[in-house]
């Protein structure tokens, strides 16, 4: 009980001399934030991507392409195979037809507004049970386009983040002109990042004959996904690859996700090696800095113990007010800034908000917390071991 | 230099202080030589470019196929030397998650369209001559241990051919190099002769033309010719200089590469402070010793100098150790990561970029406390003591 009454008050001691110590200790301070804002905002972009990802996968809907084709740009699949699909059990069904969209998806060029160059947008033709086959999406702004015409709704991602797309615009692909009809809206998912229109138009635009890239069914339940498989597998017809759409959002975001990890990980760890060299630097100081009132506590009696908790505890409170530093500028810098980039898997943008997660959050500070108990610890080892007569002579 | 000695032992008057102060500078300028080699990855393709190369896409959106017809009436074109073309193959050997470039393409006119690849003359004679052989670049055969003479399957993701099988194989009939530091030779070459006859759709067709103009002739004015004769036409094209390929590319990535330079950069600069930091604070607890130096006879300038030194010296050591390891780092993460984001590189720009940058760091840090030791008359600065 001694003890811990002798570290609360050599404790609040040192807090209360800590502003003429403040030059090191801002190093320390400084350092550690340095460390979570670059772990949360590099990190953020993952997690972001990944919540634009995955939010548009639904274990309800199954995404059904070509074998072995890795995205759905370059898969492929004929008028007959998408309507044996439609028909197979395990699909869910509105009196006799089925709840399904069979789709091709192109790219097309629009530049982005933020650097004006031309920029790789999905270009997604659908049918009428795209809209059923699909959580959470709904026209927000205009209207739906009619079948048949050169009309296209916009995702409300690639509204922000490209030129032109407004709501009444009309653009131009090629020889084709389009007319802008209306906005979607797919809770931030990656659907948002699309253009839409009309299967049929844009076979004729991007004169791909009658052929299809994947075909998207509602499932009676997430478990028929296999009773549907089975039966795509014994049909000698047609060689697909069926996945329940999570799973194939989640394909689709490893890649890029992945990249940003490997980047991210290995530099918040080398930063955090630098951050504990600062608060070490810096613990240290404190420690010879204070040399003589360590001493003159020890020759009043407080033991090695409350010496040494006290620049540990001193240390660890440091970098936790710096790692709630760069863990608040990260927030406040990034979180919900919305950007776009190529997403290898499938050739084409995906926009996407950065998100600085509690969990990332919590990362960051159980980083700044081992940081602040490695760099006090040292030192707190030659403060409690300080000689006292020795140190007192030096007065 | 006579000081050297003297500046020595300075610096390491306070050991542990002066290491982990190295440390931090180490980390910081290895994380320089890791920022840089990746941002010059960004960049390599349009570095590596040829100003005299063009390419032809479709107008629309680079996956659409432009008809082979087209490669005549390209070659036709006033301006033109030469030209070939290559296709997207897409496909992967092994695991689909990790996969690397594969173009059909024309074997002759291919090498002579790229006189910076390099592969033995007999090598390129028997791919010619082989309709399933292929050629591999180096960094691909190192990382797969391929040799020349083995057959490789390739799983198509776009390309089944007309039996329905999709898997191609393919001889190894060369490996090639390339005489650009900086570029990329994880990709596959094969004859488009068997593509264009196994394949079950697209005949026909070619992904992209790559064209050389003549010495002498305008690239724009060439490529404004081209567009122009095929304007339209069902297939419109866009053609641009290689670099302008390349870099349209690279900003497609767009704010990504940005901010995550902006993000480490400022974390650079965060440890230079922080060392600088330290530094200064070493400085200014020495400020009677500096005293005692002037007294002794020392010139405000010698002093300054020493002073200044000190801090270089601490700034160089941690540094050029930091550039060092991030050297061997670069090496070994060009080679792992050759096929994923190829072109790391660490370059003689950058690296006297950063060697300029300790310097400056180290002056920085030095000189204020210097200048003010050096203001503060001698009897001022003994009373601080």
Known sequence: ?395 | MKYFGFIWRNVWRKKIRTSLTMLSVFVAFLLFALLSAIGYAFKSGEDAADAERLIVIDKITLINPLPFAYKNRIAATEGVHSVTHASWFGGYYQDPRSQFPQFPTEPYEYFAMYPELNMPEYQLDAWARNRQGAVIGRELAEQYSLKVGDRIPIQATIWTKADGGRTWEFDIEGIFETDDPRGSTAYLLFQYDYFEEARAFGKGTVGWYILRVKPGADPVQVANAIDLQFANSPNETETSTEAAFAQSFAKQFGNIAMIVSLILGAVFFTLLLVSGNTMSQSVRERISELAVLKTLGFSDRSVLGIVLAESIVIMLIGGLLGLGVGWVLVQGAAKAMGTFLPGMFLSPTATITAIAIMIGAGIAAGIFPAVKAMRLSIIDALARA
């Open chain 1, 1 to 395: 009980m001694i003890t811990i009454k002798q570290i609360i008050a050599v404790t609040l001691l040192n807090l209360r001399n800590l502003p003429q110590r403040f030059a090191s200790s801002a190093v320390a301070v400084v350092g550690v934030a340095a460390v979570v804002l670059v772990f949360a905002a590099v990190l953020s972009m993952a997690a972001g991507l990944e919540r634009t990802m995955l939010s548009a996968g639904s274990d309800n809907t199954a995404v059904i392409m070509r074998s072995g084709a890795t995205s759905e740009l370059n898969s492929g699949l004929s008028n007959e195979q998408t309507l044996i699909i439609g028909n197979a059990p395990g699909v869910l069904k509105d009196g006799d037809n089925a709840i399904m969209s069979a789709e091709l998806y192109v790219i097309t060029d629009v530049k982005k507004l933020s650097n004006q160059t031309d920029a790789n947008v999905p270009f997604r033709g659908v049918q009428a049970g795209a809209f059923e086959v699909r959580d959470n999406i709904r026209i927000s702004d205009g209207r739906m386009f009619e079948p048949g015409k050169n009309e296209i709704v916009v995702g409300r991602a690639a509204q922000q983040e490209f030129m032109g797309l407004n709501v009444g615009d009309t653009i131009r692909f090629g020889q084709t002109e389009w007319s802008i009809v209306g906005t979607f809206d797919a809770g931030g998912s990656v659907s948002e990042s699309e253009l839409w229109t009309d299967v049929r138009v844009l076979q004729n635009a991007y004169r791909r004959g009658n052929s299809f890239q994947s075909v998207r069914v509602r499932l009676e339940s997430p478990d028929s996904i296999e009773t549907l498989r089975q039966a795509l597998d014994d049909d000698p017809r047609i060689d697909p690859d069926v996945m329940s759409e999570r799973d194939y959002y989640s394909s689709q975001s490893q890649g890029l996700v992945q990249f940003i990890k490997l980047i991210g990980y290995p530099l918040t760890i080398l930063m955090a090696i630098g951050a504990v060299f600062g608060a070490l630097n810096s613990m240290y100081s404190s420690v010879s800095v204070r040399g003589k009132e360590i001493a003159t506590l020890r020759a009043l009696g407080f033991g090695p113990m409350a010496v040494l908790f006290s620049t540990v505890i001193e240390s660890v409170l440091l970098a936790l007010v710096g790692g709630l530093l760069g863990g608040l500028l990260a927030y406040l810098a990034f979180n919900g800034f919305t950007a776009s980039t190529l997403n290898g898997q499938s050739f084409s943008q995906v926009v996407f908000d950065f998100a600085v997660t509690p969990e990332l959050l919590m990362q960051g500070m159980k980083a700044a917390l081992v940081i602040g108990v490695i760099g006090g610890f040292f030192p707190a080892i030659r403060a409690a071991r300080l000689p006292v007569a020795q140190a007192l002579r030096e007065l």
